[in-house]
């Protein structure tokens, strides 16, 4: 009998949500757009500047200096060769150069590259040391997806959830299946499983829709990307319960849906990397869902991490998720 | 053995600010339609929703088929609230459906849906229903388990006269099956014309109970004279107890040949007089010194 209570809400639940089809329809269109807009931005030849990465920049040899003080190229200073030569590898980095050992490493396979290295050559000839690495390009297209995808299935979560049942607690609908032998466990589960499908589908369909038109790097399992985001997904979810666990008005529910999600989408590491960020910062970022959900996403995409390589994430993710869950269901009133 | 159904005893429900039902008992048999009246504010839907299980009392034990409140209720149960929002995007069919899941014990879905005359709005949006549909529906989601007790609160407050006497038809059916009615309604009329028995409440209490006509026997052996202000000629009136009501003057009397002699010596038009019993609309305005639909 629980099951076929927890059934009927289910498709129901369902049903109202396909039906429903403006909001359907912007779930899907949004980050199709957000990703269309930056295709179309990052499309042009923008890297009309060369970027390398600098080490030891404080303690270079003057060899090194002279092409150090050369114009019309970004030189930014970094602390770990590993980081670096990933970004060399993805070509998001055009040489990396050590400035003190006169030492200096880039993409055979980018051409931004080689015009640096014929730069380098030109103006300090003597003495530096030539490493090669290799690796197919990483646009930023490719390193903004995962966090998209993230970000959409957030606002799917926490107002798909949330603001749905405070507008069933403010008109009375919550009341009334009060007043029927559902339990507060068979509702939740059923807002929760239906949400967690609807995102589902949808972020598939986003994914795949986006990755025709664009052609963005995937190099992990698909399987894990789907359990990393399925993950995400609740823990989001359960966010939003929590958030809407007693509320009555739609209008505080959407201003602390909004104070959750904008600062979520902001210092989660969707749209720029949080290396380098203020630890402050950083401190916070850590205890977003979003941020871990975007991190092993990509990690799993760009740098075809396995889930155990991307397991503090999922640990974190399953923490939370348990925490917001008990926190929601306790805390839920019907009316 | 014993036919009660419902019994209540001492019930009680203090908020910070207000004591909105403060001791009352209620002892309802199986198969009679129970009518609570009462102003607004006089703590009725208070009782009614603990009743329902929706609230917790402050104290007071509320004891169904001789047991507290428990899932036995609530599967025996039908509630119809006042307001209840029904899910955007659902057919009527579907809403009944899904409430009927909820249940291990169902009524006959095509019966209920030919009762209630809903088989023309079967595969109809919630959202696009009129208020009489609307009501007509919440009354078979009320019905759906084919329940014991039926809770009905205002069911038919905001629906035109037709849809009303339309309402008190299948309430009467549903009353001919023996199920037991708990009834709150601001209509007078309707309480006189379902109600076996009613409560009249105010301040958190029960201020008189009984059959409508047993109450209306008990308060008043008179009738009531009617006459328009305009036809009165600004005769003096002291001489009964006689009050100003919608435009019209009241004349209450034991006397009815008495009164109209003195009216036609002062060449008052008996054209539109118009002579009534007293009704529950007397009787609670009496009670309460308010205007039930005030």
Known sequence: MLLNRFLALLSTRNKEFLRDRSSLGWNILMPVLIVAGFAFAFSGDLGNQFKVGVLNQHTATAESQRFLELRHIDFYPVDTITSALSKVQRHQVDMLFDAEKQQYWINTESPAGYMVEKVLLGVASQGFEKQSVSGKQIRYIDWVIPGILSMNMMFSALFGVGFVIVRYRKNGMLKRLKATPITAFEYLSAQIVSRMMLIMVVTAFVFYGTNFFVDFVMNGSHLSLFLIFALGALSMISLGLVIAARMTSEETAGGLLNLFSWPMMFFSGVWFSLEGAAPAMQAIAEVFPLTHVTAAARAIMIDGASLLEVGYHILVLLAQSIVFLALGSWYFKWD | ?294
Request: proline share 3%.
């Open chain 2, 1 to 294: 053995m014993s036919d009660t159904l419902l019994e209540i005893n001492n019930l009680v429900k203090h908020y910070p600010s207000v004591k909105a039902v403060n001791g009352i008992d209620i002892s309802l048999n199986a198969g009679i339609c129970f009518g609570l009246l009462g102003p607004n504010g006089a703590g009725k839907t208070t009782t009614v929703e603990i009743l329902e299980g929706i609230l917790s009392p402050t104290s007071g034990d509320i004891l169904y088929k001789g047991q507290p409140l428990g899932d036995q209720f609530r599967k025996e149960a039908g509630i119809m609230f006042q307001s209840t929002a029904l899910q955007d995007y659902i057919t009527v069919a579907e809403t009944l459906k899904m409430f009927a899941r909820f249940y291990t014990r169902n009524a006959d879905l095509d019966e209920l849906i030919q009762r209630c005359n809903l088989t023309d709005y079967l595969h109809q949006d919630n959202r696009e229903l009129s208020g009489g549909q609307r009501q007509r529906l919440l009354l078979a989601i009320a019905l759906v388990n084919d329940p014991d007790i039926i809770f009905l609160d205002e069911p038919t407050t905001g629906l035109d006269p037709q849809a009303r006497r339309n309402f008190w038809e299948l309430i009467n059916d549903i009353k001919a099956e023996g199920k037991t009615i708990i009834l709150t309604t601001h209509y007078m009329d309707e309480a006189y014309t379902l109600c076996d028995e009613i409560a009249i409440m105010d301040h958190g209490k029960i201020i008189a109970e009984g059959t409508p006509k047993d109450l209306l026997a008990k308060h008043f052996n008179d009738v009531v004279l009617q006459l328009p202000e305009s036809v009165m000629n600004g005769f003096d009136l002291s001489a009964f107890t006689a009050h100003s009501r919608h435009g019209h003057v009241e004349i209450t009397t034991c006397d009815v040949d008495e009164v109209i002699s003195v009216l036609i010596k002062n060449n008052i038009s008996l054209a539109q007089l118009q002579i009534r019993s007293r009704t529950l609309d007397d009787l609670f305005l009496e009670l309460t010194g308010k205007e039930l639909r005030a």
